[in-house]
């Protein structure tokens, strides 16, 4: 299916907007409705297979979905706190010695796109103040 450009870029431009996890609702609520959720749903499955949003699996089966920043770094990955579900993009060096390491002493690739790793932000670790 070939998506109106127009709605495909109001989609997107609604999901970058998400500084946290999102539901597919949040995005159909924050276009008021105007895009059908079909879709909204076959867009996002298709911008999940291009690695620009990640599909988070809850408990309760409900799905969530993060935006991840785009960028040309190779050395890159994503912090996202546990507590506000906020996504914070780092572009550092230091993560090319543990890709180093995972591979050499562990004999595994993996895709350097989507690497996040969960814990508190500073603003939840000192609990909000």
């Given at each position: 299916m070939t998506y109106n450009t127009k709605q495909k870029d109001s989609i997107l431009n609604a999901i970058k907007k998400?500084?946290?996890e999102f539901a597919i609702r949040d995005i159909y609520n924050e276009l008021n409705g105007n895009?059908?959720?079909t879709t909204i749903y076959r867009l996002i499955?298709?911008?999940?297979?291009?690695?620009?949003?990640?599909?988070?699996?809850?408990q309760e089966d409900s799905?969530?979905?993060?935006?991840?920043?785009?960028?040309n770094e190779e050395n890159h990955f994503y912090l996202k706190c546990e507590k506000c579900g906020n996504l914070i993009h780092?572009?550092?060096?230091?993560?090319?010695?543990?890709?180093e390491h995972i591979s050499l002493k562990?004999?595994?690739?993996?895709?350097k796109?989507?690497?996040?790793?969960?814990?508190?932000?500073s603003k939840c670790?000192?609990?909000g103040k």
């Open positions: 998400q500084k946290k895009i059908g959720l499955d298709k911008l999940e297979k291009e690695g620009i949003v990640k599909k988070i699996t809850h799905f969530y979905y993060q935006y991840l920043e785009e960028c780092i572009d550092c060096d230091c993560i090319k010695e543990l890709y562990h004999n595994f690739q993996f895709n796109e989507n690497i996040i790793i969960n814990g508190l932000c670790s000192k609990g």
